[in-house]
């Protein structure tokens, strides 16, 4: 395509503030980056709706801009983060550290006790040295546990890198080896854009 020339016109489900074509009369030398935070506001509102009684948090490593970090918090969501700089980021923008999950399960000692100095209370886990550092770091502290789970399926399988197995994971076994934090709930460690979204996640009921 030669400079100048005006892009077809395609199918893909572009709102009309960000198709090709109204991106091309854009002067900015490529590659550059365009968001529409009504957009993402948009899409916020259609996921919760779709979800009812499901609280959302949105995964900083997606995009941490602080426009749509922002835009999120207004819309009355949550975060979730994998670094203590995540969290410092979402403070500088007003956002309680109470409202965030700390699903990185893989923490280093010195984050867990300033995020938890902080007021953020949920952690994640998936092996017992982990839950052994937060119940240390962070005593009272509530705890998630990230289980591996069949996921050949997904788009971007994530089960090889995060999560631990059922025969692992129950909850007894986790309470006696933590009893200064509390067991909150389970979670797919891999779970990206699963085909088949039966594959594997029927395994937290098999917990106890």
Known sequence: MSLGTVAP????????????ATLQVIDMPT???????????????AFSAAMPGVQTFYAMKCNPSPEILRTLAGCGSRFEIASLGELRMLQTIGVEPGEVLYSNPVKPPAHIAEAHAAGLWRFSFDSPNELAKIAENAPGAAVFVRLRVDDTNSVFPLSRKFGTDVEDARLERMEAEAPLVRIERVEAAGAARVGDPGDGFDRPRHLR
């Open 9 to 20: 016109e395609t199918t893909a489900p572009w709102p009309a503030s960000l198709a090709p």
């Open 31 to 45: 590659p550059y980056l365009v968001t529409d935070l009504d957009v993402v506001a948009d899409r916020h509102a």
